[in-house]
């Protein structure tokens, strides 16, 4: 029998109710050994994932690791989309192994997580690892993270993927959020991230519209 296909979008797509997000050590100390990826399009790629998650109102973790003591704040472009949300502060390097983290993902109760985080190595490694083994659907935004070189990167990425953590980038979290552009409701949020954190792309959304008044959809 032949297979007959529907409108209708696949199981392993996210949307912003059927996942939380977890946001791990954006800090100073972290960022200054972070070689795999330059500071500039880090902070802008993390910055892009924080406020797509506020814009579409998805559960999200944020947390640190000795942020008085050692490691420094959170960037301000991941805490300024979540005012007032308290930061939970760790003292492990795998926030899986933290006791407030874990109360705060069972509060959610969502079974699809989606990480990023510096290091990709440590920090991003750890709960992934520590989540897929307790049953948990686990994506990782492979370019809102960071480690101490290429190859430490790479090879972290490769660990997790292997184990079944499934990639993707900080502009395809936007856009799988929003998905069809008949999504009014969302549309000038989401094109006003785009402008803002989109690279290249929301240089496009910004000709588009002021040239000529273009409008996805």
């Not at 802008?44 to 506020?54: E, F, G, R, S, T």
């Not at 308290?86 to 390097?93: E, K, N, V």
């Amino acid at each position: 029998m032949a297979i007959a296909a529907t409108p209708t979008p696949g199981k392993q797509l996210l949307s912003p109710k059927d996942h939380a997000l977890i946001l791990i050590d954006f800090q100073s100390q972290m960022s200054f050994a972070t070689h795999s990826i330059d500071a500039i399009t880090l902070r802008n790629n993390a910055a892009l994932v924080a406020h797509a998650a506020a814009s579409f109102k998805v559960p999200t973790i944020l947390t640190t690791v000795a942020e008085k003591s050692f490691s420094g704040p959170m960037f301000n472009e991941i805490t300024d989309p979540f005012p007032g949300q308290a930061l939970l502060d760790r003292t492990s390097m795998n926030t899986w192994e933290d006791a407030a983290v874990i109360k705060r993902v069972n509060e959610i109760g969502k079974e699809r997580l989606v990480f990023a985080g510096l290091w990709t190595s440590v920090c991003i490694v750890g709960p992934t690892l520590s989540a897929l083994d307790q049953g948990y659907e686990v994506y990782v935004i492979a370019d809102a993270c960071g480690d101490v070189s290429a190859e430490a990167h790479d090879r972290a990425m490769e660990r997790m993927m292997q184990a079944g953590v499934r990639p993707m980038t900080s502009l395809q979290y936007l856009l799988e959020l929003q998905r069809d552009w008949a999504r009014t409701d969302s549309y000038e949020s989401t094109t006003g991230i785009a402008k803002r954190f989109g690279g290249s792309y929301g240089l496009g959304v910004i000709y588009a519209k002021s040239m000529f008044g273009a409008h996805e959809g």
